[in-house]
């Protein structure tokens, strides 16, 4: 049984691909980069931002915090707002939550934005602590923004759980020393998941659930 319970944001508490997918569209435009069909912009939903623009993109670091001030522009003024909370989700946070469940956000967004949007959708109150990237380049990784959310809340690792949709996600526990819970309505395939180390996988809200609280 989990006592502390990690929640990625992107993929696995909202559904935020029209606010990220047009923020990257804004990014290219405004650098002057080739233009990504819909279909393939999936991949750059999860990850962190400067690992997307470096390694997906290829551009080189100083080009890729460029890319991210540019991407930016467009996510405090509109993508933000561009999301929706995926289906049985916020039931699943009020029940945990009514258990006794400690809910910490863990997220690789920028962490005003992640507090803001939480705020916005209503959610923040089922959260304890909430916990994502800086400006400055700060907790750049999964495993560092994990590791940050662990030690401010005093959780035990051997009673924590991240949940998440993404490889990051589950690397990020991994590295950070936690168990981890694949979600397969975000972003990211059984496939992905598992090869990059889930512990469990959860096809629903509800099955998430029951791998936390079950004895």
């Known amino acids: 049984m989990y006592e502390t319970v990690l929640f990625d944001l992107d993929g696995t508490v909202i559904d935020s691909a029209e606010g990220i997918m047009n923020s990257f569209a804004y990014a290219f435009s405004r650098l002057g980069l080739p233009a990504v069909p819909r279909a393939e912009m999936g991949k750059f939903i999860g990850p962190p931002l400067l690992y997307s623009f470096e390694t997906i993109c290829g551009l080189s670091r100083a080009e890729a915090e460029r890319a991210v001030e540019i991407y930016r522009e467009y996510y405090k003024e509109k993508g933000m707002y561009e999301i929706r909370v995926y289906g049985g989700v916020g039931e699943l946070l009020k029940k945990l939550f009514a258990s006794g469940k400690k809910l910490v956000l863990a997220t690789s967004k920028y962490e005003l934005y992640a507090k803001q949007i939480i705020e916005n959708i209503g959610l923040a109150g089922y959260f304890s602590f909430a916990a994502g990237s800086l400006t400055g380049g700060e907790r750049g990784t999964k495993a560092e923004v994990i590791e940050y959310a662990l030690t401010a809340v005093g959780a035990e690792k051997q009673s924590a759980v991240m949940v998440g949709d993404r490889m990051h996600d589950m690397i990020g526990a991994r ?3 936690i168990d981890s819970i694949g979600v ?15 512990t469990h996988i959860a096809e629903t809200a509800e099955e998430i659930f029951e791998i936390v609280c079950r004895k």
């Open 184 to 198: 397969l309505f975000g972003y990211g395939t059984r496939e992905e998941l598992l090869s990059h180390g889930a």
């Open 175 to 177: 590295e950070a020393g």
